[in-house]
């Protein structure tokens, strides 16, 4: 019996840390941090996978959700700051001419 | 719509479906019963098949159709997302220099890791039947592998290790095959996706007939995928800017210089 | 505690959708979709989880008789994870497209849609 108390237990702490990390990740405004969150997250959800006793789902949640994803996110918000350096050079050179 | 009635909206949506939900998981079994229909009707069909991992047989064997219906979307998203992303007519591309500033022992480590990550997925595709893992987390592993290279600051490298073109036909290669397996199912065996090769010995790395060719297919087929999608967003990022051209005045490209792989 | 693992699956899936309805920039909305759906992982886990169960590996230690969770749900967790990641990044590839065409993300200065 003690072993199912323990496990009982690192299931409650796995749920619990998943909701505080989803919601660290939608309180976060900035999205350059939230991408980093968004990888610790995804490294929670991994925790809870292997407390679930799914470790297939484990290994494609640390390999996507901790990895490609929030590099995907990384290099979106670059080429969005990018896109937007670049217009206000454009209309900068435009009032200045 | 503005804010306060998309909030109102949104609470009542929120409200309603807490109901909704609460009513149901009611009249749910509990959590961590040992009533599960599925897992006994799934666990007797993969010892019929000598599957050690019963995730992948369910993936490949009993539910195939299935998977080749996700196959299809990931491959249209990345046809998707490489149209979106192609350089249209007022962007152009600019050599990338590998001059972004890297730490010795960050460099160091990508070295060692690198082919570390490529024969963990090469093992995780390889032993998809048999041990946790399979095609799709093999497929993802070696493509993230592939990218160290760009944690490492060398992109010209990782360009040069990942002919885009190579990738792009392994992708289409890897669906095709996907098919064809389900099609010689249907062909030598009862039924589309049907698993048509002896099984051999429960736990033998050559077990479990056609699961291990699914995941052959299917980790060519993530992997490719997860690259180009990579690559388009990465090209994006480092290689392609807009045009200064239409724009009267030609500007230095002093401005464009910063930052290059950071 | 018979309901804690629902509950929670629930709450992060309306964490999401509170992100996204009260969002400022798309970026942040996707990153909060994402989230959302990872609530159906949960949701999915939880309901296929077994006291006592082993994961479903079958092997030395681990038989026909041997309880094991249900590894149906782990299958669709499975397919669910990669269309996440295949969701999102066409996602963001569109926002990339939207930032390029109006140089804002901000999703209440986009008030109209266009060809």
């Given at each position: 019996?003690?072993?199912?108390?323990?496990?009982?237990?690192?299931?409650?702490?796995?749920?619990?840390?998943?909701?505080?990390?989803?919601?660290?990740?939608?309180?976060?405004?900035?999205?350059?941090?939230?991408?980093?969150?968004?990888?610790?997250?995804?490294?929670l959800?991994?925790?809870?996978?292997?407390?679930?006793?799914?470790?297939?789902?484990?290994?494609?949640?640390?390999?996507?959700?901790?990895?490609?994803?929030?590099?995907?996110?990384?290099?979106?918000?670059?080429?969005?700051?990018?896109i937007?350096?670049?217009?206000?050079?454009?209309?900068?050179?435009?009032?200045?001419k | 719509?503005?804010?306060?009635?998309?909030?109102?909206?949104?609470?009542?949506?929120?409200?309603?479906?807490?109901?909704?939900?609460?009513l149901?998981?009611?009249?749910?079994?509990?959590?961590?019963?040992?009533i599960?229909?599925?897992?006994?009707?799934?666990?007797?069909?993969?010892?019929?098949?000598?599957?050690?991992?019963?995730?992948?047989?369910?993936?490949?064997?009993?539910?195939?159709?299935?998977t080749?219906?996700?196959?299809?979307?990931?491959?249209?998203?990345?046809?998707?997302?490489?149209?979106?992303?192609?350089?249209?007519?007022?962007?152009?591309?600019?050599?990338?220099?590998?001059?972004?500033?890297?730490?010795?022992?960050?460099?160091?480590?990508?070295?060692?890791?690198?082919?570390?990550?490529?024969?963990?997925?090469?093992?995780?595709?390889?032993?998809?039947?048999?041990?946790?893992?399979?095609?799709?987390?093999?497929?993802?592993?070696?493509?993230?592998?592939?990218?160290?290279?760009?944690?490492g600051?060398?992109?010209?490298?990782?360009?040069?290790?990942?002919?885009?073109?190579?990738?792009?036909?392994?992708?289409?290669?890897?669906?095709?095959?996907?098919?064809?397996?389900?099609i010689?199912?249907?062909?030598?065996?009862?039924?589309?996706?049907?698993?048509?090769?002896?099984q051999?010995?429960?736990?033998?790395?050559?077990?479990?007939?056609?699961?291990?060719?699914?995941n052959?297919?299917?980790?060519?087929?993530?992997?490719?995928?997860?690259?180009?999608?990579?690559?388009?967003?990465?090209?994006?990022?480092?290689?392609?800017?807009?045009?200064?051209?239409?724009?009267?005045?030609?500007?230095?490209?002093?401005?464009?210089?910063?930052?290059?792989?950071? | 505690?018979?309901?804690?693992?629902?509950?929670?699956?629930?709450?992060?899936?309306?964490?999401?959708v509170v992100?996204?309805?009260?969002?400022?920039?798309?970026?942040?909305?996707?990153?909060?979709?994402?989230?959302?759906?990872?609530?159906?992982?949960?949701?999915?886990?939880?309901?296929?989880?077994?006291?006592?169960?082993?994961?479903?590996?079958?092997?030395?230690?681990?038989?026909?008789?041997?309880?094991?969770?249900?590894?149906?749900?782990?299958?669709?967790?499975?397919?669910?994870?990669?269309?996440?990641?295949?969701?999102?990044?066409?996602?963001?590839?569109?926002?990339?497209?939207?930032?390029?065409?109006?140089?804002?993300?901000?999703?209440?200065?986009?008030?109209?849609?266009?060809?």
């Open positions: 019996m003690n072993d199912g108390v323990l496990s009982n237990v690192l299931i409650v702490v796995s749920l619990t840390l998943v909701l505080v990390g989803a919601a660290a990740v939608v309180l976060t405004r900035h999205p350059s941090k939230q991408a980093v969150v968004l990888s610790c997250y995804g490294l959800l991994t925790i809870l996978f292997v407390a679930f006793q799914a470790p297939d789902v484990a290994l494609s949640q640390v390999a996507i959700g901790t990895a490609v994803v929030p590099l995907i996110v990384v290099l979106s918000i670059r080429k969005i700051s990018l937007r350096a670049e217009h206000t050079r454009a209309t900068d050179q435009k009032e200045g | 719509m503005t804010r306060r009635i998309r909030l109102v909206v949104l609470v009542v949506g929120i409200v309603a479906f807490a109901a909704a939900m609460s149901a998981f009611t009249g749910m079994p509990h959590f961590g019963g040992d599960h229909a599925y897992r006994d009707a799934a666990v007797s069909g993969t010892y019929a098949h000598d599957t050690a991992n019963v995730v992948s047989s369910i993936n490949f064997d009993q539910r195939g159709f299935d080749f219906g996700e196959e299809t979307i990931l491959f249209c998203t990345v046809v998707g997302v490489a149209a979106l992303l192609r350089p249209v007519h007022r962007e152009r591309r600019r050599e990338v220099s590998d001059a972004g500033l890297v730490l010795e022992s960050t460099g160091l480590l990508v070295y060692v890791l690198f082919p570390l990550t490529i024969v963990l997925g090469v093992n995780v595709v390889a032993h998809g039947a048999v041990t946790p893992g399979g095609g799709f987390q093999g497929g993802v592993i070696l493509s993230t592998g592939i990218h160290l290279l760009y944690v600051g060398r992109y010209s490298l990782l360009r040069k290790l990942r002919p885009l073109v190579w990738f792009q036909q392994g992708e289409a290669l890897g669906v095709v095959l996907f098919g064809a397996l389900g010689a199912g249907a062909a030598l065996g009862s039924a589309l996706f049907a698993n048509v090769i002896p051999g010995q429960l736990s033998d790395f050559i077990s479990s007939g056609t699961v291990p060719l699914f052959i297919a299917v980790g060519m087929t993530v992997c490719s995928s997860v690259i180009v999608l990579l690559a388009s967003f990465l090209d994006q990022t480092l290689a392609i800017r807009a045009d200064a051209g239409n724009d009267s005045v030609r500007k230095p490209r002093s401005g464009f210089e910063e930052g290059s792989a950071s | 505690m018979n309901y804690y693992a629902y509950f929670v699956a629930v709450g992060v899936m309306l964490l999401g992100g996204i309805a009260t969002s400022r920039s798309l970026v942040h909305a996707v990153v909060c979709l994402s989230v959302a759906q990872s609530g159906t992982y949960v949701l999915l886990i939880a309901v296929g989880f077994q006291y006592g169960g082993v994961a479903p590996i079958f092997g030395g230690q681990v038989g026909r008789t041997t309880a094991v969770v249900d590894p149906v749900v782990q299958a669709l967790a499975l397919t669910d994870i990669v269309v996440s990641a295949a969701v999102t990044s066409m996602l963001l590839a569109l926002v990339i497209q939207i930032a390029k065409r109006h140089q804002a993300i901000d999703p209440d200065r986009l008030g109209r849609l266009e060809g």
